[in-house]
Nanobody
Framework: QVQLVESGGGLVQAGDSLRLSCAASGRSFDRYPMGWFRQAPGKEREFVAAITWSGGSTFYAGSVKGRFTISIDNAKNTVYLQMSSLKPEDTAVYYC????????????????WGQGTQVTVSQ
C-alpha cells in the first residue's frame, strides 16, 4: 500500500502562485511515477501533470503547460506542484496519485490517491 497526503491548497487571487505538496509513504512508492489531477465542481477529474520518480521525465496537460511545474524531492518522498499565473478556471480539488497502469492521462489508470486539497482562485 502507498499513502499519499496532499497539502498547500487555499484561496488565492488570479495571477497568484501556489505550491501543492504530496507526501508519499508505504511500500515501494519510490518505484512509481507520480501525478496530479484536479476536479472542478460538476466536472470529471482531469489530468494535470505527471513525473517519473527519478524526476527525469515530466508531462503536462495543455491547459497548465508553461504555468505549472511538477517536481520531486526524493529525500523527502514528496512531489510538488508549483502553480503560477493562476486563473479562476484552475479552481478545483487537486489530487495526488501514484502508480499508473496504462494511459497516465486517465484517472482510472492510477492505483493510489490522496484525499485532495482545495484550490480556489478568485477574480
Amino acid at each position: 500500500q502507498v499513502q499519499l497526503v496532499e497539502s498547500g491548497g487555499g484561496l488565492v487571487q488570479a495571477g497568484d502562485s501556489l505550491r501543492l505538496s504530496c507526501a508519499a509513504s508505504g511500500r515501494s512508492f519510490d518505484r512509481y511515477p507520480m501525478g496530479w489531477f484536479r476536479q472542478a465542481p460538476g466536472k470529471e477529474r482531469e489530468f494535470v501533470a505527471a513525473i517519473t520518480w527519478s524526476g527525469g521525465s515530466t508531462f503536462y496537460a495543455g491547459s497548465v503547460k508553461g504555468r505549472f511545474t511538477i517536481s520531486i524531492d526524493n529525500a523527502k518522498n514528496t512531489v510538488y506542484l508549483q502553480m503560477s499565473s493562476l486563473k479562476p478556471e484552475d479552481t478545483a480539488v487537486y489530487y495526488c496519485a501514484a502508480d499508473p497502469d496504462g494511459d497516465y492521462t486517465t484517472d482510472v489508470a492510477w492505483n493510489y490517491w490522496g484525499q485532495g486539497t482545495q484550490v480556489t482562485v478568485s477574480q
